[in-house]
């Protein structure tokens, strides 16, 4: 099999971080997880050349030189700045110009976490497998929790290496949610798809065609400048933006899924990022980065990017300190960070 | 009856108020309740002419810039500057020799809150009255809570206006306090006395008799600069510190008390100022002193000097930012933060 084309999606703003992921450095950026970026270590998930080419990076302007000064030199990578935000299935499909149609590409997301990597190449290399074959593929995040934050994916009949989607679903609620969790055939939606770049662009034409037509126009008229692409401004900024689930994956014949259980987290707020960082905590799971003193205090988690954080006699609480601003919440509340006054006003 | 002397005393760190109590700032001269600072309100409250002296202050030189700038002008104060801290006992005692013997001191410390002014005036003036006769009178603070961390003193045989002390209890374990407060014959002792200044000094002199000594040279060796008192260093210094407590109250025959139900506390701690702070409080229970943002929150307590705070679905949880110090506590946990790194080491 030809090797695969990393295609790596920077979008979103990721309020839900905030204090610590802001607009002008967002959290695909910021190492929350061991020392590197969320960004570097997607980028170095898919870097062996025995499976991967070069990869290619698809971002707003504002993140140019966050992308660019976190790749590691020589690793060919090709940067498409896209004019306007216009969700996923406009910024896979510039990508998807950009490479011969027979090219496999693997869409990731840059901002999740995956904590065992040797399942990830697996389950790339059986969605490349798939994808080669013309099948639009999606990974199928094993469900670890009845979680109501996600959408979910049903398995249909078998594939060699994975089988065909029964149908998507939309955020549950936790009794709906329970029972997928129960009834076993149903995966998250964890936004990381395999499809080979000729078939992609066919079913966006076919789904979307005004879509495909402003992407192909775009293409036409953008320039190159180095290892940047920019597409041409006006036929871009004139797309109904969509995402690549509803544009295509909901609309194709030809929708498979592999299944993917390796750790994965989107990292979505403060507990999920406690979650993932559970081997850093102490033996009464607590966990701090930055000047902390914790007296009396069970599963709490402090990151400050500098004053001392001092907590005492409190359970399951999350405090940080960014940038001058102060975040207190629970294990509970860190789902809402992203309704503060904070986030939104910065 | 002649009018009383307020004597204030000026000492005790308040390290369980940091990071908002400092060395520097410490906790009788900051704006904790309302707009005053605790020694403001301490001066304010026994201030009337038809009842009270001019006041004498008692104080280390750290605080001498503190207390000038927040006393009114014009009051007559009269502030004594400690070479040392000795306790309560040689403090009360160099004011003692600074007025005639038959006066009547009212000694309070200047960091409580006394929420019923007419209750105190009322106890102040039975209090007086006990003290023109020879008794050394406590305040009886009427118990609120099963409190461990105060001692209480217990009523004995009645006296006109108030009643001999049958004895004085160390701070108690939990089921003790609990039976005292069942009991309804043991009060609080705040720390207020009413004393004639003449039998103080007896009283010290027979129990105390080096400290009664070492005090006496250090009034008679010391220097009058305006409206401070200087007492001699070399004296004072080598005096052994005690409480008013135990030099006095405990081993005198004469020991006397008032009740005094007066909505006091020694705002001991962020738990108790979240009490007495309760008018500020929100339907939710919140109180936020700074910039905040409260989302989901019940019983939550916000204090800061400057950086927005936002806390997320937490219930008694108490935030603190001051100075570049950042503390979250709970109602039990805000006892201990005293044994924190940071008040220990500011």
Redesign the interface.
Known sequence: MNPITPVILCGGSGTRLW?RSRKAAPKPFLPLVGDSSLFEATLARASDPAHFTAPIVVAGSAHVDLIEGQSPAGNGMRLIVEPAAKNTAPAIALAAHLVPEDTVMLVCPSDHHIADEAAFLAAALEAARLAAEGWLVAFGIAPTRPETGYGYIKRGEALPGGYRIDRFVEKPDLARAVAYLAEGNYCWNGGIFAFRAGTFLDELAQHRPEMARAVREAVEQGETQGARFLPAFAPFSEIAGDSVDYAVMEETDRAAMVDADMGWSDIGNWQSLREVRADEADEAGNIARGPA?L??CRDVMVE?D?????????DD?I?V?DG???????S???A??G????PSNQ
């Not at 500098?306 to 409190?314: A, D, E, K, N, Y």
């Not at 001058?324 to 629970?330: F, I, P, W």
């Open positions: 204090p003193d007296l009396d400050t500098g004053p001392r954080v001092s907590v005492v006699g409190l609480v405090v300190v001058g601003e102060v975040l207190v919440t629970s509970r509340g860190a809402n960070v309704k503060l006054k904070g």
